[in-house]
């Protein structure tokens, strides 16, 4: 089993940058895909970012693809989501999830652990 806790959000103004942070426990965070998801305000939650269990793999949603970076250290048990050139319709709140199969990461209920979500406000 894998616990997860966001953090990094906060509000900032457009074309600023802000790393997002998913502590982990348990001892097999090493063999899970980490996902990243945002849900915006009246929207269903979407896929941002996905990283394999070695960081071999990534994987963007086209709206990121050049802005942001995933990227994870298994030694510490975390998974980040460097967020650059922020832009307004990036507000939302940002939810980390793990996954044992890279496959479908794409597909929101192929995930097995959900954290509680940090929200990211980009003001214009």
């Known amino acids: 089993q894998v616990h997860v806790v966001e953090s990094g959000g906060g509000l900032v103004q457009a074309g600023d940058s802000l790393r997002l942070s998913c502590a982990a426990s348990?001892?097999?965070?090493?063999?899970?895909?980490m996902g990243w998801f945002r849900q915006a305000p009246g929207k269903e939650r979407e896929f941002v970012a996905a990283?394999?269990?070695?960081?071999?793999?990534?994987y963007y949603a086209d709206s990121v693809k050049g802005r942001f970076t995933i990227s994870r250290d298994n030694a510490k048990n975390t998974v980040y989501l460097q967020m650059d050139s922020l832009k307004a319709e990036d507000t939302a709140v940002y939810y980390c999830?793990?996954?044992?199969?890279?496959?479908?990461?794409?597909?929101?209920?192929?995930?097995?652990?959900w954290g509680q979500g940090t929200q990211v406000t980009v003001s214009s």
């Open positions: 990283i394999s269990w070695s960081a071999e793999n990534t």
């Open positions: 999830a793990a996954t044992l199969d890279f496959t479908r990461v794409l597909i929101i209920e192929f995930y097995d652990y």
């Open positions: 348990g001892r097999t965070f090493s063999s899970y895909a």
